[in-house]
């Protein structure tokens, strides 16, 4: 049997890994065409 308080981080731990995980995905489609314009550049340099 969980106590109150153990309910409460558990549901305080649930709401912060999804609020990282928000942030993560937004970071990652954001710099989406950051990295693109990089390989672009990197491959332009090659030839």
Same mark, same amino acid.
């Given at each position: 049997?969980?106590?109150?308080?153990?309910?409460? @981080?558990?549901?305080?731990?649930?709401? *912060?890994?999804?609020?990282? +995980?928000?942030? &993560?995905?937004?970071?990652?489609?954001? @710099?989406?065409?950051?990295?693109?314009? *990089?390989?672009?550049?990197? +491959?332009?340099? &090659?030839?």
């Amino acid at each position: 049997m969980t106590t109150d308080r153990e309910e409460d @981080s558990r549901r305080k731990n649930i709401r *912060l890994a999804l609020v990282l +995980g928000a942030f &993560a995905l937004l970071v990652f489609i954001t @710099s989406f065409p950051f990295w693109t314009n *990089l390989f672009k550049m990197i +491959g332009n340099q &090659a030839r």
